[in-house]
């Protein structure tokens, strides 16, 4: 299965490379001075022109915001949710029966002895709501949601989990405010349109990291905003999540949306548009698309050729900011 991955993305690394220049970074430093981090960048964008970036942001937020984030596995998940349940279990009247948790791959079940067979079954339903409280509580404090991988009808059978990269660009805006003041600094009176077509170069030649699948890694790979610039690398999540967290904080009322292809991400901006731009209708808006990952340098409102063939063919889901 590993194999497959590395295949899937070495194919779409190819792809991008084959059409497009690929995107060149100049240079990178971090530097501490006190309770802030500079971060100097200088890189090339489509036209070969070079463009610098500087700002400062706290280092408390750099060392320290989603440090705890990790990777969910199915026995982490499974290890919170049984703690849960023989507390629930602990407060039961032993004197009516007693219940055996039995721990399943993607679920558990339970054993009950009782004479009373209501007892059992009022218990039975008590107890498997605990159980899917459970879950929700542990996704929500590790900041996964649940995900219906794209290709699979909407079942059960096929839910799998992934970050919150609507909560994660959220919640990343305050540490941002340093940033944002930089780049309005250097961009004064720019449009939505102007900034994002800025910051898609720039997120372009911070250097690509291999997205993991998202049905079978569970967040392995993903990186915070904040950590993809502490780290000066990131997937097309991460780097999607990042651009849509700058931009909402600078424009709060634009509708922003995430889209989500096969191993792939890009990110919507209701901005001003050209007649040639590519856009996506999701609710009456249009939306158009751009995608920060690289090492592509994919122009702003275009879009790669096999981006364009899985949205034509309406293989793709999406998520509003």
Known sequence: MQNKILVQAASLLLLILSS???AEQLSFKKVRTGDQTKF????KDVNSDILEF????ATKNVNSDFRHFKALTPSRLQMYSVKKLKQAIAKLDPRKGSVKIQPRYQNVDFEFRSTDRDWMKQQSAALHQVYNSSLKEFLHKEYYIEFQPIGYKADKSHLTYKPDHVRF???SQQSFRPLIKSLSQKLPGATARTTSIFLL????????????SRVESNGAGFSPPI??????RGDCDSKVTLMASIIKAMYPKLQIIIVYIPDHALIGLHVSHLSTDYRLDVEG???TLAEPTGPGLIEFAEISERSRRFIDS???????F
């Open 20 to 22: 497009n220049l690929a």
């Open 40 to 43: 100097s960048y200088k890189w």
């Open 54 to 57: 500087d700002f400062k942001l």
């Open 169 to 171: 660009a959220k919640e």
């Open 201 to 212: 170069s720039f997120f372009q030649s911070i250097p690509y990291s291999t997205l993991e």
């Open 227 to 232: 950590k993809v610039l502490a780290n000066n």
């Open 285 to 287: 808006l249009h939306y």
């Open 314 to 320: 309406g293989i793709y889901q999406v998520e509003s």
